[in-house]
């Protein structure tokens, strides 16, 4: 009798896309101890943090002319004259909570994931307020608007336009406070980069240093304050700002730090499309919640070249193509 052979079934395995796998040492969280740097997607982050940045700019460069100049009602404007010296101390405290980021992120061990995750809330938020301002301009809160802002031209030329704007990517969106460009107020680009600063130094801070998350709450509690005794913005354009930037934050490391990539994908918010592109920009990052620590800049040239080390002993962190966590 003819012999029959059975032909061996084996069940079909799904892996996912090629990516990076970390082996060495772990943090306690799990979270590899280096991350990759990935020139593409930084490269892909400052590219979209800049054009974000630059849309704010172009959009009011071209809804000048058609915002009003009759302030609208605000219960604070009503009880708090306006304080015109306020306006330069806003700038000051949205200069100050940034320095304050900079700060952790060239002492902090993970300052380049740090600064990423920054890039991506601060272009996010950036994003959405273009489009609010594109859709909806308010006009300025001011006692005098006629002074503090600029003539309106009845039609805004391709000169005019490329002007402002020029003149707005060079002073990265701070103006003088006579003569300016009116209609950005909804909402509140100031404290829009206040929380995010805030956000990211009360997240990232070592336990031992938590009391020092003070500094840029203080910070940013004072700068919406003369926002809004300045007349800079109106009330609800700060309260929408400090909830928007919380929500996104915290929807943003709700995603990313959860412990296995199959929940993230498996999550109520990989459903919403800009989780797609967060899930992209964190899937060799697993799990992604952060072990704070300080480390020096450029620690591992100062060990080579500045500190004797023992010629015997070295670490290895070897990268390969396959990854740890297959496809749900």
């Not at 009360?202 to 998350?213: D, E, G």
């Not at 928007?244 to 709700?254: E, G, P």
């Amino acid at each position: 009798m003819p012999r029959v052979f059975a032909k061996e079934i084996r069940p079909l395995s799904v892996t996912s896309p090629p990516a990076y796998k970390i082996e060495g040492r772990r943090c306690k969280s799990g979270m590899p101890q280096r991350i990759p740097w990935e020139f593409g997607k930084i490269a892909f982050l400052f590219i979209y943090l800049a054009l974000a940045g630059c849309s704010n700019w172009a959009v009011f460069s071209f809804t000048h002319d058609r915002a009003g100049r009759e302030p609208l009602p605000d219960i604070l404007f009503d009880l708090l004259p306006e304080q015109e010296w306020a306006a330069t101390w806003g700038d000051w405290s949205v200069t100050a909570n940034i320095l304050c980021l900079l700060g952790l992120i060239s002492l902090h061990r993970f300052r380049l994931l740090i600064a990423r995750r920054a890039f991506f809330i601060a272009g996010t938020l950036y994003a959405m307020r273009s489009i609010s301002l594109l859709f909806t301009q308010l006009p300025p809160g001011y006692v005098n608007n006629a002074k503090r802002c600029r003539v309106r031209e009845n039609t805004t030329t391709l000169e005019t336009f490329f002007s402002r704007l020029g003149e707005q990517t060079i002073r990265m969106g701070f103006q003088s406070k006579e003569g300016m460009l009116c209609g950005d107020l909804l909402f509140s680009g100031h404290t829009l980069v206040m929380m995010t600063c805030t956000l990211c130094v009360a997240h990232y801070l070592p336990r031992r240093w938590k009391l020092l998350s003070i500094v840029p709450y203080t910070i940013s509690i004072c700068g919406m304050i003369f926002l809004i005794i300045s007349h800079t913005h109106y009330t609800i354009d700060v309260i929408f700002a400090y909830w928007l930037t919380n929500f996104v934050f915290i929807i943003y490391h709700a995603y990313v730090e959860v412990d296995m990539l199959v929940e993230r994908r498996q999550s109520v918010l990989h459903q919403v499309w800009i989780m797609k592109l967060v899930s992209w920009l964190e899937e060799n990052i697993v799990p992604g919640k952060v072990e704070n620590g300080f480390a020096l800049p450029f620690e591992n040239f100062l060990r080579r070249h500045l500190l004797v080390d023992n010629p015997g002993h070295h670490k290895q962190i070897s990268i390969s193509s396959a990854s740890t966590f297959g496809l749900p």
